[in-house]
């Protein structure tokens, strides 16, 4: 049984009836990293945040789909389990690190409150050092007695990780949380991550815009595209050669990581907003390669390759030149 199983998932934010995520499935197996990619606005964090019904609805409308947890769907939950579920099963990292951190409680303390709160057992200083180590942070009794402001953006990451390993997750969710990093410093957070799944066996979902950031440390990418799964693939053959035209813009958009290099070529257009969905393929508008069809008809995912998916009738397959 995967760890995590997405099935046909809808979400609409009331009183607009544009599923923002839309037919939405993904698998993540015990101890696998997935990466989830798209442009700003896709519908990435919706998603994301939706494993652990943290999108409160309303506004949120859970329109289908479920969404199982070690076999249980998070949809159904009372609330109960769903607190278990919530930084405990499920971990969550963010962007912004400085935003989630308490400004005027000492590190460890805050690490100590949630130990308190998801594995009493462990809640002891001891822990708290340990915890610090394991995400690399040096002299950690020190740091431990610190507030956040007196540590650098990756120093605090390093903290949020920390934060989100206490309750010892099966699954570590991601969320750009390089995004607000300088390049070297993205890198080693990556590192990092990767470090940690091997180490603990736990699953992870990293979501970013960057198609090699996902790469790096992700060996399965799905590609999200205005609500939906546009793209899923094997990352070394995906990125040696997309199916899609969507990731095909993606790739050649993306600064290569540790690079400050400026977009290549960026896609034309923008992310459709909610209330503005085209019709047909959700991509047309942008699509250099569109045909009259594609107005019309919307596309469903088709195979392009072994364990590759393409919601594309005209996605370059595998086995073409
Ligand atoms: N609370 C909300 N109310 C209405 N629309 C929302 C809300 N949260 C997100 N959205 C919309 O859902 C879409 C997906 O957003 P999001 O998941 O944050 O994208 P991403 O994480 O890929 O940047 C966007 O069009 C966004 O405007
Ligand atoms: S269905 Fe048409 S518009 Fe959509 S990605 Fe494929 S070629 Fe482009
Ligand atoms: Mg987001």
């Known amino acids: 049984m995967p760890l995590l199983e997405i099935d046909n998932l809808s979400i609409c934010f009331h009183p607009s009836a544009t599923r923002v995520v839309e037919g939405f499935s993904l698998r993540v197996a015990a101890g696998e990293a997935v990466a989830l990619v798209g442009e700003s606005g896709c519908g990435k964090s919706v998603t994301a945040l939706s494993i652990a019904r943290l999108v409160p609805s309303p506004p949120a409308v859970y ?8 076999g249980r769907d998070t949809l159904k939950m009372p609330p109960a389990q769903l607190r278990q579920i919530r930084g405990g099963t499920v971990s969550y990292i963010f962007q912004e690190p400085s935003a989630a951190l308490n400004p005027v409680m000492r590190i460890g303390n805050q690490i100590r409150e949630l130990l308190r709160l998801h594995q009493p057992q462990w809640d ?3 822990e708290v050092i340990r915890l610090l180590e394991s995400v690399g942070i040096p002299a950690p009794a020190t740091r431990a007695r610190q507030y956040a402001h007196e540590l650098s953006g990756g120093m605090q990451q390093r903290v949020m990780i920390a934060m989100a390993l206490a309750s010892r997750p099966k699954l570590l969710v991601a969320d750009e949380p390089t995004t607000a990093l300088d390049a070297t410093i993205q890198a080693q957070i990556l590192d990092l991550l990767d470090d940690l799944r091997k180490r603990l066996g736990m699953s992870l979902l990293l979501i970013t815009h960057n198609l090699g950031i996902a790469g790096r440390i992700a ?3 799905a590609v999200m595209y205005a609500g939906q799964m546009v793209e899923e693939g094997p990352s070394e ?7 899609h035209p969507y990731s095909q813009g993606l790739l050649e ?3 290569r990581l540790g690079r400050d290099t400026p977009s290549l070529k960026a896609i034309p257009g923008q992310v459709p907003r909610g209330d503005d969905m085209p ?3 959700r991509f047309h508008p942008r699509c250099a390669q569109a045909q009259p069809d594609c107005a019309q008809t919307a596309p469903a995912l088709i195979s392009v ?3 590759w998916l393409a919601r594309c009738p005209y996605a370059r397959r595998a086995n073409e030149s």
């Open 237 to 243: 053959r995906l990125l040696a050669r997309p199916a």
């Open 279 to 281: 019709v047909g393929c």
């Open 63 to 70: 329109v289908s789909g479920e969404i199982r947890v070690a």
């Open 253 to 255: 958009s993306a600064p």
């Open 219 to 221: 060996p399965r990418i």
């Open 305 to 307: 390759g072994d364990r």
């Open 124 to 126: 002891t200083p001891a």
